[in-house]
């Protein structure tokens, strides 16, 4: 859950209008597709959770993520070094779309679901808090410095994205356990065998 809201979607969403002001776009067409981007990938995100698998969708989803934020990163490294405000422009739309898309399509609720079905049920209710407790704060922090971020390095703060999101794959590869169709029981045993 850190990781997800470190990887900077509430920041994002928060300030598209100015990260495509940025970018060379006016108006708001741009935060509009934006938004209209995410409507069918979370849809598609249902039907995917239960036939892929929840681990197989987050590890995508945060691969996805992490080429949209390096594409956006791309291109505000290229407005600071004066070589096209039209590739700036462009790179920064795909990479927020293709970002946007990824994050409905898996990173937005996918371990929301792994958080629901991980905790054995008498810990569930104070888990599943604390749980929340630490994705909001978390989100907060991140949705507070975003301007600061960005003010300071418009590519920067997108490579840094780029860099948490690439974090949460290893993450979930490495140590997340696959929690579709199996029990309590044999979840537990799964994550004793990855330690």
Known sequence: M???QFGGPDAISSYASSIFKAAGYSGGLATTMMAITQLPFAALSMLLMDKCGRRP???VTSAGACSGCLL???????KAHYQGEELTAIFVLAGILIYSAFF???MGGTPWV?????F???IKGPGGSLVTLANWFSSWIVTYA?????EWSSAG???MFAIICCSLLVFVAKLVPETKGRTLEEIQASMTLLQ
Request: proline share 3%; glycine share 10%.
């Open 157 to 159: 703060v997108f490579f």
């Open 120 to 122: 054995p049920i008498n």
């Open 57 to 59: 969708l987050l590890m």
């Open 114 to 118: 792994i958080m629901s079905e991980i």
């Open 2 to 4: 850190l990781l997800v």
């Open 72 to 78: 956006a990163g791309l291109g505000f490294l290229l």
């Open 146 to 150: 975003f301007n600061f971020a960005f």
């Open 104 to 106: 409905s399509m898996g």
